[in-house]
C-alpha cells in the first residue's frame, strides 16, 4: 500500500525571427508586446506555437523568479513548438531529447478566421505530471477553439527542483521568500495573457485556469495565491482535488530542499545558491531521483495558506468552479507499481495501511466482490483519495460559488501510451478524459466514433463553462450545480446523467470517518 500511495505522489527552441512578408492566410500574423508573430492553419484552426512568455531562466536567472521576454525585431516564426521543462521523471515523453531549461513558452490556439477584439472566451491548460514531468505540447488546443469558438492556450512551466525548491537562502532572494518557481511561471504566464489575449480575439476579462493531476494542484494554488487575484475569472480542476494535493509547509519545504542539494553536492550552505546555478541540468536530476519535488509550498509570501485550508476558510480566489475525476482513478498507479499483485499480498498491505480498520477495509473491498487484487486495490484507492476527496473538495467550493461536478466514465477509454500492462484492464484511470478534451498526443489509440460523439459534448460542457461560467449547452444534458445533495454529471459514451449517488458509490461516508492521509 505504501509504494502506491509513493507512486500517487510522485506521478502527479524558439524559432527564429524573420523578416516581415506579405500576408498569408494560411499564415496569419498577430502583433503581441514584445513583436510580430507568424502562426499556421491546422485543422480549421489557426496556432502560433513556441511562443515565448517568459524570458529564458538559465544562467544566472536558474531558480529565480521569471521576468518578461525580450522584444524581437521583425516577425517571429510561431509553426514550432518549444521543447518541454527539464524532466525530473520522464515518462511519457516520446522524444527525451526535446528538453530544455530554456523552456518557458506557450502555444496559442484560436478559430479560424479570428480577430482581435472580439473577446472570446480564454482557456489556460496547465499540464500534470506530479511537477516534475510533461510539456503543454502534448495538449493541442485546436478542436476544442474551433468547436468552441475560445482561444486556447497551453504552457510549459518549471518542474522539479528546478520549479520548486523551497530552499531559504534561496528564498531570501525573492521579497516573497519563495521558491516556488513554477507556481511563478504560471502567474507570469497569466499576466502574459493580460497583456496580449486581445491580439488573438480573446477577452482578459474572461479567462478559464484549468489543469489536470498536479495541474489542477497548481489551479489549486492559482487560487489560493494573492498575487493571481484578477489574473483570472473560472477554475476547472480534473483529477486533482486541493484536500488531496496538500502543500507542504515551509518547514518541510526546506528540508527536503537541503536533502536535495546535499545529493547535488551543494550541502555548504554560504555557497548552496551559486553551487546549484553552476551545476548542470543531468546532474540536478540524478539528484532528485529518489527525492521527488512535493511541488509549491505553502507558508510563504507567495502562497501564504495550503490551498485547502485557504478555500475551507473562504480566503481565496473566488471564481465558478467545474471539478470532477474519472470513474477508476487509480488502476493507472496500481498497475504502474503493482500489476501482479497476489490475494495475500493485497491483504497484508491493507491491513498494514489501515490497521485497526484493516479488516473492515478488507470486508468493503473484498477481492471476490471485484475479480481480482489489482481491481479491488484500485477501487479502494480510488474511493479512498480521488473520489471521496473530489467530493469533499467540491464541498468546500458549492458553499461559496456556483460549482459543477462531474464522473468521467468511459468503459473503453484508451490509456496512456506506454502505461498497458497486458491482461490489466485500465479504463476510466488516472488521465483517461484527457484525450477527449484536447488533441492529446499521449493516447495509446484513437477515439472511436462513439467516443468522439462523447468527446465533442464534453469540449461543448467545458467551452459554455469558459464562455459563460456555467456548463449550459443547448440540447446536451443539464449539468445540475453540486450542492447539498452532492450532484454530479456522469460522462460516458451513452449519454450524460445527473447522478446523486456519487458519494454513496465511492463510500465516501466510511472514508470521512479514516484519517485522511494527503498526498
Known sequence: MLSVLAALAALLAPAVPAAAA??????????????ALRGRVHDGAQEFLGVPYAGAPVGDFRLRAPVEPRPWRGVREADRQAPACLQFSPFGLRDPLAVSEDCLYLDVYRPQGARAGERLPVILWMHG????????????GRTMAALTNSVV??????L????????????????????????????EALHWIRRNAAAFGGNPGNVTVSGQSAGSGSVCALLAAPAAAGLFHRAVLQ??????????????????????????????????????????????VDAARTLPTSGPASGDGLLPRDPAAAIAAGAWNKVPVLIGSTRSEARFFVALTQPRLTEQEYARQVLDTYGAAGPEVLARYPVA??????????????DSTFACQTARTTGLFARQVPTYAYEFDDPDSPTLAGAQVPGLDESNAHSAELAYLYDFTMGDRPLTAVQNALA????????????????AVRGQTPWPAAGPNGAVLTLGPAGSRPDQGFATEHRCAFWRTQPDRPL
Open 239 to 284: 483529477s486533482g482535488p486541493c484536500t488531496l494535493l496538500r502543500t507542504p509547509d515551509a518547514a518541510r519545504a526546506a528540508a527536503e530542499a537541503r536533502a536535495f542539494a546535499a545529493r547535488a553536492g551543494c550541502a555548504d550552505p554560504g555557497a548552496v545558491v551559486a553551487c546549484l546555478r553552476a551545476a548542470t541540468g543531468p546532474a540536478l
Open 369 to 382: 466482490a471485484h475479480g481480482s487484487p489489482y481491481l479491488a486495490l484500485s477501487a479502494l484507492m480510488t
Open 153 to 158: 492556450i497551453s504552457i510549459n512551466y518549471r
Open 129 to 140: 505530471g506530479a511537477y516534475s514531468q510533461g510539456t503543454g505540447a502534448q495538449f493541442g
Open 160 to 187: 522539479g527542483q528546478l520549479g520548486y525548491l523551497g530552499l531559504p537562502e534561496l528564498a531570501g532572494e525573492d521579497p516573497r521568500r519563495s521558491g516556488s518557481f513554477g507556481l511563478m511561471d504560471q502567474i
Open 456 to 471: 465533442t459534448r464534453m469540449k461543448r460542457y467545458w467551452g459554455a463553462f469558459a464562455r459563460y461560467g456555467t456548463p
Open 22 to 35: 506579405p500576408r498569408d492566410p494560411a499564415r496569419p500574423v498577430v502583433a503581441v508586446a514584445q513583436g
